[in-house]
């Protein structure tokens, strides 16, 4: 039984792998931060099929003494300070944890389990101020944010590393993706449970930045796999992962209000305070080389993608609010 070891499990991403690596037959550790506030919700199912240990990317000791003492087959760090907003207010931290974080987990693996393999988890926002469409391995990056900028370091020292000290580590260009679990800070959430709150009469408007703004828009189920595929291959290499398709911020709302038979135009208020102070126009990536060399390619379509998030929220809510819509 191969043992994987997942920083972020109680993240969107998180769950998913841990979902899909139980299923693949793996041993999976999650490392969690002890906190006042422990969030499980994501991984409540199979808590009790995973082990979680304590750790902390800004701890370097708590990393080598787990690679240490577990020795994981697989490490996949998916912990970061994830949300781009909060990294213009908290730049400092976001480069802790999203960019040296990186540096000390890459050091705990290459003191205490050397032969481990390492997903590292990029991320489109490198791309920013795109220099190329689409975006692919070779695009030069230009971040347009702290977050964007802590992810530019996180990936190249993981490819110093793989080059320094002859270690299998990978970094996963992922572009957007989201799904039910996806935070609802994040706009695809804001705006699928926004609608659901209109439909059910918990809100009478949603506001929202840019609607112009364009992002290559994925399902994180999907994602996942291509995760996992890259740490199976005979040499490590990294990979851009996303649909080739872009979309703006309206056809999504369209979708979105379109599932429960509502036009986006009668509830949608724009509102500069969810501007970006640099905002990223157009993302959209060149998955070709997933495709051909890992044999990745998504399942569920944008469409679905929406109208699933719909649907999940919409159900939430009526459970959530079950005795105020009864009345």
């Known amino acids: 039984m191969p043992t994987a070891l997942i920083t972020g499990i109680t993240g969107q991403d998180g769950s998913y792998l841990a979902e899909f690596l139980l299923a693949k037959g793996y041993k999976v550790i999650g490392m969690v931060r002890r906190s006042s506030t422990m969030t499980f919700d994501r991984i409540f199912h199979i808590q009790e099929d995973i082990e979680l240990i304590q750790g902390d990317l800004h701890d370097q000791t708590s990393l080598v003494n787990l690679m240490g003492d577990y020795k994981p087959d697989e490490v996949y760090n998916l912990g970061a300070q994830s949300f781009v907003p909060t990294s213009w207010n908290q730049p400092v931290l976001t480069g802790e944890v999203t960019g040296l974080g990186v540096t000390r987990m890459l050091d705990a693996i290459k003191i205490g389990s050397p032969k481990t393999r390492f997903y590292q988890a990029s991320s489109s926002e490198m791309f920013g101020k795109v220099l190329e469409v689409p975006q692919r391995e070779?695009?030069?990056?230009?971040?347009?944010?702290?977050?964007?900028?802590?992810?530019?370091y996180g990936h190249w020292i993981t490819v110093n590393y793989r080059e320094s000290y002859d270690m299998f580590a990978v970094s996963g260009i992922l572009f957007n993706h989201e799904s039910p679990r996806r935070g609802l800070e994040f706009v695809t959430r804001k705006i699928t449970y926004g609608v659901a709150r209109i439909k059910l009469g918990l809100a009478k408007d949603l506001r929202l930045g840019n609607l112009e703004a364009r992002r290559d828009w994925g399902f994180a189920g999907d994602y996942v796999k291509a995760m996992w595929l890259m740490l199976q291959q005979e040499e490590p290499d990294d990979y851009v992962v996303g649909?080739?398709?872009?979309?703006?911020?309206?056809?999504?709302?369209?979708?979105?209000?379109?599932?429960?038979?509502?036009d986006y135009k009668d509830y949608v208020v724009q509102d500069e305070r969810f501007y970006r102070p640099a905002e990223v126009d157009l993302l959209v990536s060149d998955p070709s080389k997933a495709r051909e060399k890992l044999n990745w390619q998504r399942e569920v379509e944008f469409k679905g993608l929406v109208e699933m998030m719909v649907a999940a929220d919409m159900k939430l809510l009526q459970e959530q609010y079950k005795d105020v819509l009864a009345g």
């Open 243 to 262: 649909t080739g398709e872009t979309h703006s911020v309206k056809e999504f709302c369209e979708l979105a209000f379109g599932a429960v038979d509502l």
């Open 138 to 152: 070779e695009t030069p990056f230009y971040p347009r944010s702290p977050y964007g900028v802590a992810k530019v």
